[in-house]
């Protein structure tokens, strides 16, 4: 008889993770273009990727207002049950939160899993996070997100159930959820803090090297920029929130040392309590003396990301530091939009145009780089170098310095 168990021979633990079949809903609105109602569903398709489910279709709808009970018109959602019901399709994605009596409607006509842009970006942060601190942080987020969403259903939240002395004089089930998240979330803040207290005391322990943190809208290869300039093994892949827990490295320039930190991507749509919930993990963007602002020139909507990003950067009152644009992705941005025929002059001359063009923009120097080929990487080094060399002469006019 043969053995089918082979024990102790498999190279992974655990079951291995079906891919969940979906399809994905989206509005245009009066507020909302064709195209950027396009952009925001390809984005919701790659989070549908990242979180490990397959995009087996979109619907759109052009409405002047969202239905307010089941998101949709009636003619969208009878086309959407009767493609789910024949496509074998395990969850629908909305790109727009969804209130809990939308969810609970939809759940009861589609008769599948629900889910919003919030949950699905919440359950991507669930998966990476590493640390205590963005663990904490992320079950933070998921009990802000569900208190206003109860709806009397959750058998998760460690309540005792049903029967006489179960409950306080009156106290109605969903009464009972809200009190049980409302301690969590007091306890989760709680513990927050005294992390926070912690990582203060290490910052205050790192002397005074002038700090230099990565930023950008998610998935423009901080990561990979950040292995190349500190020659670490810091985690990257071509997936959004590849990095959520900051990582800090200590680089040297010949011999001029400075903290270089990686730090969470934005995202646009990104939900309130969840830039409330990480506002910890951005004090390292906080507390730094100059930040690298990474753009991927190669997506069709980079000028938005930067805009995201700008937006995010002023609700931390970042705006003024100053700031150094690294447009990555050279390399793929000619393989999208320069022709064959284009002789390397005219393409050099493109270039030169798009980054005058770029500075006037937005005000900040900038550089044109590919990381993955390393690509004018010297040249980034050194306008790097030059940055960080004035802001020490600044900090300390009156030390000699050996650099």
Not at 110 to 129: H, P, T, V
Not at 240 to 248: G, I, R, S
């Amino acid at each position: 008889m043969s053995d089918s168990w082979q024990v102790g021979k498999a190279k992974t633990k655990g079951l291995k993770k079906k891919t969940e079949r979906a399809v994905l809903v989206g509005l245009i609105t009066g507020r909302t273009t064709e195209t950027q109602a396009k952009e925001y569903l390809d984005e919701l398709e790659f989070l549908a990727m990242t979180a490990g489910a397959k995009t087996i279709k979109i619907f759109t709808q052009k409405l002047d207002h969202r239905n307010i009970r089941t998101f949709v018109g009636k003619g969208k959602l009878e086309e959407i049950k009767d493609y789910v019901e024949a496509n074998e399709i395990d969850l629908v994605i909305f790109d727009d939160d969804l209130t809990g009596k939308q969810t609970s409607i939809l759940e009861e006509e589609l008769k599948r899993k629900i889910i919003d842009r919030s949950s699905l970006i919440l359950d991507i942060f669930a998966s990476r996070a590493q640390t205590a601190q963005a663990k904490t942080q992320v079950e933070l987020a998921q009990m802000q997100y569900l208190l206003p969403r109860l709806r009397g259903l959750w058998t998760h939240l460690e309540r005792q159930r049903g029967g006489i002395g179960m409950r306080g004089p009156g106290e109605m089930e969903i009464e009972t959820d809200r009190r049980i998240i409302n301690d969590k979330i007091s306890q989760l803040k709680k513990r927050l803090e005294k992390i926070d207290q912690q990582n203060r005391t290490q910052r205050k322990n790192r002397g005074q090297l002038i700090r230099v943190a990565l930023v950008g809208y998610t998935n423009v290869g901080k990561s990979t920029l950040m292995n190349i300039l500190a020659k670490s093994e810091v985690f990257a892949e071509n997936k959004l929130f590849a990095t959520l827990d900051t990582t800090v490295r200590k680089v040297v320039f010949d011999t001029m040392p400075f903290l270089l930190s990686d730090t969470v991507g934005f995202i646009r749509k990104l939900p309130h309590h969840l830039v409330e919930s990480f506002k910890s993990t951005l004090d390292e963007v906080r507390e730094s003396d100059l930040l690298v602002h990474v753009v991927d020139m190669a997506h069709p909507q980079y000028e938005d990301h930067i805009n995201t990003v700008t937006e995010t950067l002023a609700d931390l009152n970042c705006q003024d530091k100053p700031t150094l644009i690294v447009f990555n992705k050279l390399d793929l941005y000619r393989e999208r939009y320069f022709d064959e025929l284009l002789d390397q002059e005219t393409k050099d001359e493109i270039l030169s145009e798009t980054k005058q063009r770029l500075k006037n923009t937005y005000q900040h120097e900038n550089l044109f780089v590919s990381a993955k080929l390393k690509e004018n990487i010297p040249q980034f080094r050194s306008k790097l170098e030059s940055m960080i060399k004035e802001l020490y002469e600044v900090r300390y006019p009156y030390q000699a310095k050996t650099w």
